[in-house]
């Protein structure tokens, strides 16, 4: 088995998973690999841009940071009163003595490096100091609240199962979001654009509902709503500020049915911390009632009946099937740390996707044609071998897309037509440099062998070079260019392998073994 050389056991291994990986393109029942997958200008989608709220993030911070303020105040036995007023990136305290400022500056110094002191001023014996966020504090909590919300979008549409999205932050507080083949734009843009911020609070049975809602509500308290879609209806509430428990403690949230009443619900396990604070909950408010609130509204408001241990609860709302799958996604996925508005939404529909594949191909296949037919009349024979390895070489491009599950956009066609010429262009240099030997009066074995040694280095050169370029801009580029830079990069491996490989071994099979006299090039 002399003609069984390297390079021929390194064709067919690389030929037959190309054709593994391309044929579920054509035919998606032979075997269950993916297809290549399409992008939004190919397939349709749409497209949304959103506008992340980092001051909503701010002043989150900043709530949490009042709440432990408070309680550090009364463990160090500090007397204040804080002051409200409509800054909500300040806080405000009134020193009851004014002998407690050194103290307070130095639990503040302790405990709070992220505050700084804005200014103290004395009314009427007593201080009031104004306490802010320091600069790089306030700008490192909304380059985070950008980063964490796109982490949230991405894990959300994972879940939602679009394949290949593309979802990238544009300038400071913007995200892009592209979801290729979506149909059901609506879902898409509830599923993405939900805060998903889950709350348990207790219920204030204490105080009276009807004199809260004529404008009298209770220190601590406030009012809120049943969602519109739950079994609540638009009942009101008047609950504790205060929240006991929070989405952050969740480990998972699946849909469930109930055996009696056959409807979805949405069952929530707690890590073990929040399983902690459940059980103690629990156990301290049984006869209360525990609102479940998500996003402002009330979801359901049980009452506990016994100190619940294990960790779990459910979430109950007269859903549809549907609408608890969503929001068990949302919560696996976290709540976003700040609203995102959609400032920018487009659809791209199919028809117009088929239109651009349709000239994209047609575009292609007029280039290969050109490209063939100049090979096959200035070089013959030898063009004719040039032209399969060119065909091998798109079949390499198809197979690695399906592979990699890379994504086929309109630049990525353009990428193709253009490793068509530079595929072209390694083997013409090869051609020539093998005319060069045969002039020179070689044999054909010996003209094929130094032409292809000759060219060797050259090839490789200018086509490590390109693949760099491709890879960088694969890197730093965005949208269209990643989608070009990916073909890009394909076609250059694929052009080194069927040129110095592929093309060789044809050569040596036809010329050398055969010890032909002559060769047409």
Request: proline share 3%; charged share 25%; aromatic share 6%.
């Amino acid at each position: 088995m002399k003609w069984l050389s390297w390079r021929i056991l390194l064709i067919i291994a690389v030929i037959i998973p190309a054709v593994v990986y391309v044929l579920p393109t054509f035919k998606p029942t032979m075997w269950p690999y993916n297809q290549i997958n399409l992008g939004l200008d190919l397939q349709g989608g749409m497209h949304l841009s959103l506008d992340v709220q980092t001051e909503k993030a701010v002043e989150s911070t900043m709530e949490r940071t009042r709440s432990d303020l408070r309680g550090r105040l009364r463990a160090e036995r500090i007397r204040s009163v804080e002051v409200s007023d409509d800054n909500t990136h300040e806080l405000a305290f009134r020193l009851i003595n004014p002998d407690d400022l050194t103290g307070f500056r130095n639990l503040v110094e302790r405990n709070h490096s992220e505050l700084r002191i804005l200014s103290e001023d004395e009314q009427n014996g007593e201080i009031i100091v104004r306490l802010g966020l320091t600069d790089d504090t306030a700008r490192d909590v909304q380059r985070q609240a950008v980063r964490q919300a796109l982490e949230t979008i991405r894990n959300r549409i994972d879940e939602f199962g679009v394949a290949e999205p593309d979802i990238r932050v544009e300038g400071d507080r913007r995200i892009q979001v592209q979801l290729p083949g979506v149909t059901d734009t609506d879902r898409a843009k509830e599923l993405i654009g939900r805060t998903a911020m889950l709350e348990f609070k207790l219920v204030d049975d204490e105080h009276s509902l009807q004199r809260a809602l004529d404008g009298n509500v209770p220190e601590g308290s406030e009012i809120l709503y049943g969602s519109a879609e739950g079994e609540e209806g638009r009942q009101p509430f008047l609950v504790r500020e205060r929240t006991i428990l929070s989405g952050a403690y969740l480990d998972n949230a699946r849909v469930q049915i109930d055996q009696q009443y056959n409807e979805p619900y949405v069952l929530i396990d707690f890590n073990r911390e929040g399983a902690r604070i459940f059980e103690q909950v629990t156990a301290e408010n049984v006869r209360n009632r525990l609102a479940i609130v998500l996003d402002d509204r009330v979801y359901s408001a049980p009452v506990i009946q016994e100190r619940i241990a294990g960790g779990t609860a459910r979430i109950t709302g007269n859903f549809s099937t549907q609408e608890a799958r969503d929001l068990a996604i949302v919560l696996r996925a976290g709540a976003l740390p700040a609203p995102v508005d959609i400032i920018e939404e487009r659809t791209v529909g199919p028809s117009l996707g088929q239109d651009s594949i349709r000239q994209g191909l047609f575009s292609m296949l007029v280039g290969g044609i050109l490209v063939l037919t100049f090979m096959v009349i200035y070089y013959r024979a030898a063009g004719m071998i040039a032209n399969l390895a060119l065909v091998l070489n798109i079949l390499l491009i198809a197979a690695g897309l399906a592979a990699f599950q890379a994504t086929l956009t309109l630049p990525g066609i353009a990428g193709i037509i253009l490793t068509i010429g530079i595929a072209v262009d390694a083997n013409v240099i090869i051609f020539e440099r093998v005319r060069e030997e045969l002039r020179l009066g070689r044999k054909v074995a010996s003209a094929i062998e130094a032409g292809f040694n000759r060219a060797t280095l050259t090839i490789m050169d200018a086509n490590v070079t390109t693949l760099i370029a491709a890879v960088v801009l694969f890197q730093f580029g965005t949208g269209p260019v990643r989608g070009f830079a990916v073909t890009l990069s394909l076609g250059v491996l694929a052009s080194m392998f069927t040129a110095l490989v592929v093309c060789r071994q044809v050569m040596e099979t036809v010329y050398v073994s055969r010890r032909m006299k002559t060769i047409s090039i």
